[in-house]
């Protein structure tokens, strides 16, 4: 059985199975492994809101990741249906535990890729989206872009990255209180792999999915991301700078949790993003810290 790595909203996420695992001492993918970020070693980590009428807040439904002061990265599937307009999310920057202190910035557009099939969902691809803030955020120690990969990027297999969230720490359990933000390293796997692996599981529709190039394939038995954590960056380290390298979109969990998380691969939408985004910091001769 498919199962999304998300959790929108009531009135469209309601069918995810979430039954625990009965096998003892095997734990599900989730983000765990266990470590809450320390600091603010991720400032580009953000939550993406929408109100909830039965709590009367605005409710973390999804991760994201700022890419400029005035843009933040996510997924299309997040942001379902089309009909929704920016009005109805809100993205909190800067935050280690969620609700802490709550400062909510709009979202003024959203940009959704044209590939996007809402029908599809995630494994349909183009599973990516684009939200532009009212105004730029003020920039700390806290708050700050992550870099964006060159298009032409290769990640190596067995590299070593890192995937950032506040979704569930185990199939069904959500992260207690106080909601601290997890990290979990994981390894970037390869193509051939994941089609390995995925290759009594997938529907005919999502078949090809995995061989177009525009997701990439990382973790292992007991570390990725779960419900919640989808739109949250994964970053790998090059020559000391975080780069972004994918943006979690969905996984298997079906009673296989070996299974690794899909993530959209942000080299294959970079020109896309800075058809819309401009280049922060701006390229030189402007460029500064
Ligand atoms: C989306 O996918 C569904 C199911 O495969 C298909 O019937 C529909 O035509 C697709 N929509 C678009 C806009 O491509
Ligand atoms: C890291 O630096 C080396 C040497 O300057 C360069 O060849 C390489 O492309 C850089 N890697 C990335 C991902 O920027």
Redesign the pocket.
């Known amino acids: 059985m498919l199962w999304l790595v998300f959790l929108t909203f009531p009135c469209v996420g309601a069918s995810i199975p979430m039954t625990p695992d009965p096998r003892p001492g095997r734990e599900l993918a989730g983000i765990i492994g266990g470590c809450p970020v320390s600091a603010w070693r991720f400032p580009w980590q953000v939550s993406l809101r929408f109100y909830s009428r039965r709590s009367q807040r605005w409710e973390h439904i999804c991760g994201g990741s700022l890419i400029h002061p005035q843009w933040v990265l996510t997924t299309a599937h997040c942001v379902d249906p089309q009909e929704l307009e920016a009005c109805t999310f809100r993205v909190q920057v800067g935050q280690l535990r969620l609700y802490e202190d709550d400062r909510l910035t709009k979202v003024a557009q959203i940009i959704r890729h044209p590939k996007y099939n809402e029908s599809l969902s995630a494994p349909g691809g183009g599973d990516i989206a684009l939200l532009r803030l009212e105004a730029p955020v003020a920039l700390s120690e806290r708050v700050h872009p992550v870099s964006l990969?060159e298009a032409s990027?290769r990640v190596s297999q067995g590299k070593t990255c890192w995937v950032t969230g506040w979704g569930d720490i185990r199939i069904g359990e959500p992260l207690p209180q106080p909601f601290h933000l997890q990290e979990v390293e994981v390894k970037v796997r390869s193509d051939r792999y994941c089609q390995q692996a995925y290759r009594h599981t997938f529907r005919p529709e999502h078949a090809g999915q995995l061989t177009k190039g525009d997701v990439l394939c990382a973790g292992s038995q007991n570390r990725g991301p779960c419900l919640g954590d989808s739109g949250g960056p994964l970053v790998c380290k090059?020559?000391c700078?975080w780069?972004q390298v994918g943006v979690v979109s969905w996984g298997n969990v079906c009673g296989h949790c070996a299974l690794p998380g899909i993530y959209t691969r942000v080299m294959s939408y970079v020109s896309w993003i800075h058809h819309y985004v401009p280049q922060f910091p701006a390229p030189s001769p402007v460029g500064s810290s």
Do not use: G, Q
Request: glycine share 0%; charged share 0%; aromatic share 16%.
């Open positions: 990969p990027l090059w020559n700078t780069v």
